[in-house]
């Protein structure tokens, strides 16, 4: 048992009711927050039910104690009665596995981000170990296409997790292969959702939150036929990640994906992190779309497939896209970055 695993046993099972939380920082600057173990009880018994685990589940922690995310990981195995490996917290969380987990009792649960889930894919031998996984949750970022793709070829039954540090880790699923597949979030049972006049999602979750939350998260509202889960949602970004260009609300995940989606179609596939959409200051439009290029391949010409209300009007050559600590993009550094690098382009 490695020691941060050990010290958040102590902390769990002492006399204090509460838990102390780092958020990732992928959103504003990290904090550290004091969380209710009720609440993260009353969360691990929701994504129980929503997975259907049980005590023959075999769970791999490999995501970081520090973070809920890890944090949940423990508490689920901890309420659910099921067994827990620890395994590395790296970036092939898969690595070896088979050195650390009994061959009669393989992993049946897993959760990942996608950047080690991606990694995962790049190596025969793990991508197969991942394979014979039951379940895996993905969260903590977006799930490229191009790894949405390659989860198509596997038999695991895998989930986009929707959620943040205050939700103590995820309040919706999104299941991402086989026949169910969607690009809709189904809220977790007791969770209720709405939206306000600009698009925002607000969640109600008494159970493990206090508080009405008001997301940044730009969604789309749809009806089901579900009477348990009658609403569900899509994500179309954040509303501190739309460029007001001379009038126009530019969604910055909008244009990225369209610009990956037609790559992938022109059998050009772009990696993850090859460029990202940000903005500059502009005296007649306000803010510019521009495209921050770590390829050093990408033309104005390429983009001529988008409505030119959205299209990037500049491309700025740059070494790599800058990411957060949690292996997000970080716009704030990009929109940085595009402003001191411009004149240099």
């Known amino acids: 048992m490695s020691d941060e695993l050990k010290e958040f046993l102590d902390r769990w099972s002492d006399d204090n009711s509460t838990m102390l939380v780092h958020t990732s920082g992928s959103t504003g600057k990290p904090k550290a927050i004091h969380v209710s173990k ?19 589940t075999v769970a791999l922690l490999s995501l970081p104690i520090k973070y809920i995310s890890g944090q949940m990981m423990v508490v689920r195995s901890i309420v659910g009665h099921y067994h827990l490996v620890e395994g590395p917290i790296s970036s092939h969380p898969l690595k070896n ?46 799930i490229s296409m191009e790894l949405e793709d ?23 699923l999104r299941r991402v292969n086989g026949a169910s597949k969607s690009q809709y979030y189904t809220p ?29 998260d730009i969604v789309e509202l749809r009806q089901t036929n579900n009477q348990v889960y009658p609403i569900q949602f899509r994500f179309v970004g954040r509303i501190d990640n739309v460029i007001n260009s001379g009038g126009v609300k530019v969604h910055i995940e909008q244009v990225e994906n369209k610009i990956i989606e037609y790559f992938r179609q022109q059998n050009c ?17 306000g803010e510019m779309v521009v495209l921050l290029d770590a390829t050093d391949h990408l033309s104005i010409d390429d983009l001529s497939f988008l409505d030119p209300i959205i299209r990037p009007k500049k491309i700025i050559r740059i070494d790599q896209i800058p990411l957060t600590e949690t292996n997000k993009v970080d716009r704030k550094a990009c929109c940085r970055l595009a402003s001191e690098n411009l004149h240099l382009n």
């Open 150 to 172: 390659k989860l198509q070829n596997i038999q695991t039954t895998v989930y986009a997790t929707y959620g943040m540090t205050e939700t103590l880790s995820h309040i919706a």
């Open 97 to 142: 596995i088979k050195d650390i987990v009994d061959s009669d009792n393989p992993i049946t649960f897993a959760a990942m981000t996608p950047m080690q889930v991606y990694n995962t894919s790049l190596v025969k031998e793990e991508w197969n170990y991942l394979s014979q996984i039951d379940t895996l949750i993905i969260g903590g970022g977006t």
């Open 269 to 285: 596939i772009l990696k993850e992190f090859d460029f990202a959409i940000t903005s500059v200051h502009d005296v007649i439009l």
């Open 188 to 216: 977790l049972d007791g969770v209720a959702i709405a939206t306000d006049p600009k698009g925002k999602l607000h969640i109600d979750a008494p159970k493990i939150c206090k508080q009405h939350l008001v997301t940044n």
């Open 38 to 56: 009720l609440m993260m009880i009353e969360s691990a018994r929701m994504t129980i039910k929503a997975l259907g685990l049980n005590k023959e």
